[in-house]
């Protein structure tokens, strides 16, 4: 708030200055006096309009879906709790994913970056990155950050896949945090790769940030196990069973669910519009129409804790919806 107090401090001084110089001429003393005003608004919005004030939940809860675009989710009967989570909160109809497939999107998420990547190939070997990325971050601000991946066998699994049950799968390209796994720099310890059975049920001791990765049976992207529809309710199904508990314990407990997809079913590179939800106590249930992506969302991420921008992609946080 300090530098939002300069234009009125450079008003008042600048006042003072031109009374002493024109007091006897009051026409100039005017003129001089709205010149100086219009230039102080200018100091005003570039100071404060451009700073914008984020809140600090005490918990985020960041979940991804799969290959769906906005048409299909929002307003469909097949996701009636996603439908809910969006009167509920703030639903942003311009969300957009960053590229195609799905692996750069969540790289994107979580680091700012796509890593040079541009497909799905397991990434098993090829690291872990030293780039800087979200959970790196939160630990070195001493805030803390898990993934929960449904289906992960064990604490620090980092193979390519796991599968119980057919068509039920984990799949890594889904979990980017494994992708640092490593005590170099920007290196996550093996603890912050959880199965989603280690999601807590005692919502206080979850960390400050957290990602939940349905397995592919559960995230809408195995089609072919009983058709689109069916991938959706499924979904749409698991969220309620798996993450309603949260988001109501939420609104009394000052955090907040981030829900989105990874990208659209199009394959298209010029519009990639997926479905994005913040619901919380501190966002304002609207639609909101601002232009965002998976950058601006990480950025919003960093912006309510205080932490340093990942990767380059020079988004700033989202404004606009909060209360």
Same mark, same amino acid.
């Given at each position: 708030m300090v530098e939002c107090l300069a234009p009125l401090l450079f008003i008042m001084i600048s006042n003072l200055i031109i009374f002493k110089?024109?007091?006897?001429? &009051?026409?100039?003393?005017?003129?001089?006096? @709205?010149i100086i005003s219009l230039f102080a608004a200018g100091l005003y919005f570039i100071s404060c309009k451009s700073n914008i004030k984020l809140p600090k939940p005490l918990h985020i809860v960041v979940v991804v879906e799969e290959?769906?675009? =906005? #048409?299909?989710?929002?307003?469909? +009967?097949?996701? &009636?709790?996603?439908?809910?989570?969006?009167?509920?909160?703030?639903l942003f109809t311009n969300s957009e994913a960053v590229t195609h497939p799905s692996q750069p999107n969540y790289l994107a998420l979580f680091s700012g970056s796509t890593q040079d990547v541009d497909g799905d190939a397991c990434l098993f070997g090829k690291g872990p990155y030293t780039t800087p990325n979200l959970g790196a971050a939160l630990l070195k601000a001493r =805030?803390?950050?898990?993934? =929960?991946? +449904?289906?992960?066998? +064990? /604490?620090?699994? @980092? #193979?390519?896949?796991y599968q119980e049950k057919e068509g039920y799968n984990y799949a890594?390209?889904?979990? &980017?945090?494994? #992708?640092w796994q490593g005590d170099q720099e920007n290196g996550l310890p093996d603890s912050v790769n959880q199965p989603m059975t280690d999601f807590p049920t005692d919502f206080r001791?979850?960390?400050? /940030?957290?990602? /939940?990765?349905?397995? +592919?049976?559960n995230d809408m992207h195995n089609i072919d196990l009983d058709g689109d529809t069916g991938a959706i309710k499924r979904g749409d199904q698991w969220l309620k069973d798996h993450l309603s508990g949260y988001v109501k314990w939420a609104k009394k407990n000052n955090s907040l669910l981030i829900l989105t997809f990874d990208e659209d079913q199009k394959a298209s590179m010029f519009h990639n519009h997926i479905a994005t939800i913040f619901a919380g106590p501190m966002v304002k249930r609207e @639609?909101?129409?601002?232009?965002?992506?998976?950058?601006?969302v990480l950025r919003t991420i960093e912006g309510m804790y205080h932490l340093p921008p990942s990767g380059n992609a020079g988004e700033k946080a989202i404004e606009g919806m909060w209360k």
């Open positions: 110089n024109n007091s006897k001429n &009051p026409i100039m003393h005017k003129t001089s006096f @709205l290959n769906h675009g =906005y #048409d299909q989710i929002i307003g469909s +009967e097949n996701a &009636p709790y996603i439908n809910q989570l969006a009167k509920e909160g703030t =805030y803390t950050f898990k993934g =929960y991946s +449904e289906t992960l066998p +064990e /604490v620090g699994f @980092l #193979d390519c896949s890594r390209k889904h979990n &980017p945090w494994a #992708d001791k979850l960390p400050n /940030v957290s990602f /939940v990765i349905p397995n +592919e049976g @639609l909101n129409s601002s232009a965002i992506n998976h950058y601006s």
